[in-house]
């Protein structure tokens, strides 16, 4: 039998008295014996509400034990986590409940207001219970909440009976949204099972191991990684909400070895005093993921005497697709390495045929740990799904050696006078220039050239020109990738997994071009 929430049972068997969790913001510490009771407390106190084996519970909780307690005991019990984006609106919110089909929300007090509105919508679904997490037992914010706290004080910490298997689902994450309606990737069991399985024969992680997680756990970039932590025997150091000066003081302070973060955190970690401060003795390594990391940024790390590693995943995959190993992190720079231990990777042209080394295509995933499919869309399951294989919708080129080189969002390619132009590029060159802090490159119509890249730029000197920016470009891109135009923000969207959220930029600034 594969049930991810025994992972849990079984550390706390071999490691009762190891640290398990710890909050990087209050100091709060359990062992994995304390995380596995307080996970059988949830998983009996949803039980007691009436939740069984393929029902649905949404989780709208920042990153806290709560989460995690949470995660493994519904998965005890057979019972389907649908992680909430706390940061979507409330008709985004709305949407999820109703199509995933949740009869139970547990939410942090922190979100009282969004519940309320939740409460009065009339599409929200089939929400049987409103659980609050934190608020006042005595007074809760919304008087049709029942307190979570309360429940599991009152429920055993005795092991649930185990209800799901291999193929039961184990979760619902609903993507970004990016392009339009969000779709709920469907996960089970066993396809997180080979996740966490690829991972730990892939990448250097070791028992006993302190990991910073810093991603928001209702992404997959932090909740696969917290599975193989518990696996795997290794300490969760777990940031409640990222901050660039606090990551580096709890780096120090709880001797961490290793973490994921996304190229935005790590570009914001290094505009801090503590950047050069920080004692980093033992950090191995930091895995960055979500979107292309600019070589540039690789390279100030590297001085420091940090290794990046670039890893490429998705949560159609479940996370593992393409990681640098440490041998070639240098070697390779730019480089999101290569297909993970249990993983195929290959490069696909339009016409469906492998593209040879250094032609650039779609990649193509296929491994046990890719998901089951999208919830309630067969349609797009089937287009996502072919032949075993996971259409990802990225470009990159393979080069002689294997390794893979991720370029962009296929849609996002531009295509100026008959030439494929490729933003990643541009923009490695723009973040080589002192003056810019953050930058991305977008295409607008063009009369002239059908489109024409525009650099949206965040200054990191105010005195910076376009004209400056233009003329650095210059020198280092062919003439067809230049920019026409630099538009300065004061800050780039990006969604919670840090990723530049270009159909706003898009919207933003349609264009035109200029001749």
């Not at 089970?188 to 756990?217: E, K, Q």
Request: proline share 5%; charged share 20%; with cysteine.
């Amino acid at each position: 039998m594969v049930n991810v929430g025994t992972f849990l049972t079984q550390r706390a068997r071999l490691n009762p008295d190891r640290e398990g969790y710890v909050d990087g913001g209050t100091g709060f510490r359990l062992s994995f014996a304390a995380i596995n009771a307080r996970s059988n407390r949830a998983a009996n106190a949803m039980l007691a509400l009436g939740a069984g084996r393929g029902d649905r519970v949404a989780i709208m909780l920042m990153n806290s034990a709560e989460f995690v307690e949470l995660y493994f005991g519904l998965a005890k019990i057979g019972v389907i986590s649908v992680p909430l984006n706390w940061r979507l609106a409330t008709d985004e919110l709305s949407f999820i409940l109703k199509d995933s089909g949740a009869g139970i929300l547990i939410y942090g007090s922190e979100f009282a207001d969004a519940v309320y509105c939740l409460q009065t919508n009339n599409t929200v679904g089939n929400i049987r219970h409103w659980v609050e997490v934190g608020g006042d037992a005595e007074c809760p914010l919304s008087m049709r909440a029942l307190d979570y706290a309360g429940l599991c004080a009152t429920a055993s910490s005795s092991e649930p009976e185990i209800q799901a298997d291999g193929e039961d689902i184990l979760f619902i994450m609903y993507t970004s949204g990016t392009t339009g309606i969000p779709k709920g990737v469907v996960h089970t069991h066993d396809t997180c099972f080979w996740s966490v399985l690829t991972f730990c024969a892939t990448h250097d992680l070791h028992n006993g191991d302190r990991y910073l997680a810093a991603l928001p756990m209702f992404h997959v970039g932090s909740l696969t990684p917290i599975a193989v932590n518990v696996y795997s025997g290794v300490t969760s150091i777990v940031m409640r909400e990222f901050d660039a000066s606090r990551a580096w003081a709890l780096i120090e302070r709880e001797r961490v070895t290793a973490s994921l973060l996304v190229p935005a955190m790590l570009n914001f970690m290094r505009q801090v005093p503590e950047f050069d401060q920080a004692d980093v003795s033992r950090l191995r390594w930091i895995q960055a993921g979500a979107a292309p990391v600019p070589v540039e940024l690789i390279r100030g790390y590297e001085k420091r005497g940090i290794e990046i590693q670039q890893i490429y995943g998705l949560t159609e995959s479940g996370g593992p697709a393409c990681l640098i190993d440490a041998e070639n992190a240098l070697r390779k720079v730019g480089s999101t390495g290569k297909a993970f231990f249990h993983t195929e990777v290959r490069i696909v042209a339009e016409d469906g045929k492998t593209c040879p080394p250094g032609v650039h295509g779609e990649i193509w995933i296929r491994g046990r740990h890719v998901m089951a499919g999208y919830w309630n869309r067969p349609e797009e399951t089937e287009f996502a799904l072919q032949d075993g294989w996971l259409r990802t919708g990225d470009g990159a080129v393979q080069d002689a050696d294997g390794y893979i080189f991720i370029q962009d969002r296929i849609k996002d390619m531009i295509i100026s006078g008959g030439e494929n132009i490729y933003p990643a590029e541009i923009e490695n060159v723009l973040l080589s220039h002192p003056g810019v802090r953050e930058v991305a490159v977008i295409g607008q119509p063009s009369a002239r050239w059908g489109e024409s890249p525009l650099a949206v730029v965040v200054p990191r000197d105010e005195n910076i020109t376009a004209q400056t920016l233009l003329d650095h470009c210059q020198e280092r891109l062919a003439r067809y990738k230049l920019p026409q135009r630099v538009a300065f923000v004061d800050s780039i969207p990006r969604n919670p997994s840090g990723k530049i959220l270009k159909r706003v930029l898009r919207e933003r600034f349609p264009g035109p071009a200029p001749v």
